[in-house]
């Protein structure tokens, strides 16, 4: 069971406490994450107002993972020093640095969100390009396709595509193989 705690007399019993107690629950929120593997954020200010973190894999991905709006611009500004006592890395750069950071990710994030897109469209284009051939070549498979009559930008599409089906096709083959090994020697012998 778990002891009572007791408000604290003074500043300094106060301050004593947080900074035995810190460790104790930083090291329960690892042995949490080592053993479920578990993402775990632990975020505590000490009574005069530091943050002290501990985060598996760190507390920023857990936070933003798990708290999209989290990751926005911090409420006060204001730069503050690292605390002599904070977990590796935390506390190390100033709130309006966190914030530049922050920005920098979103900027980021969008671009690569723009370039998914055209991606998409540029994919999207060549398979109905791919498409019109198999049609035009009277077909039935796509794969059956003339490479000639495709275009530049049809061939990476329909090279990847070809890839992806090779794929599938050996892991169906080692799926049916190794379910044939897997069945006792009487099995296999009537199947043969």
């Known amino acids: 069971m778990a002891k009572e705690l007791r408000p604290f007399d003074s500043e300094d019993q106060r301050r004593h ?14 042995d949490l994450a080592e053993e479920f593997d578990a ?3 632990v975020i505590a200010f000490s009574p005069a107002g530091e943050p002290h973190a501990f985060g598996a894999p760190t507390a920023d991905s857990v936070l933003r993972t798990y708290l ?3 990751d926005g611009p911090p409420p006060n500004p204001t730069p503050h020093a690292p ?23 979103r900027q980021e994030v969008e671009e690569t969100k ?24 009277q ?17 990476p599409v329909y090279m990847r595509a070809l890839e992806m089906l090779k794929a599938e096709v050996q892991e169906r083959i080692d799926a049916m193989a190794s379910s044939r090994m897997s069945l006792p020697r009487e099995k296999q012998q009537r199947r043969q």
């Open 17 to 30: 406490s947080f900074r035995k107690r810190r460790p104790t629950l930083f090291g329960m929120a690892r």
């Open 39 to 41: 993402h775990v954020a």
């Open 68 to 70: 999209p709006a989290a």
């Open 83 to 105: 605390s002599p006592g904070a977990a590796a890395g935390v506390g190390a750069e100033t709130v309006g640095e966190a914030a530049a950071r922050v920005a920098g990710m």
């Open 114 to 137: 723009a370039l998914v897109t055209e991606e998409w469209a540029r994919v999207a284009s060549a398979t109905e390009k791919i498409r019109a051939a198999q049609g035009a070549a």
């Open 139 to 155: 077909k039935q498979n796509w794969w059956e396709v003339d490479v000639e009559t495709l275009g530049e930008e049809e061939l």
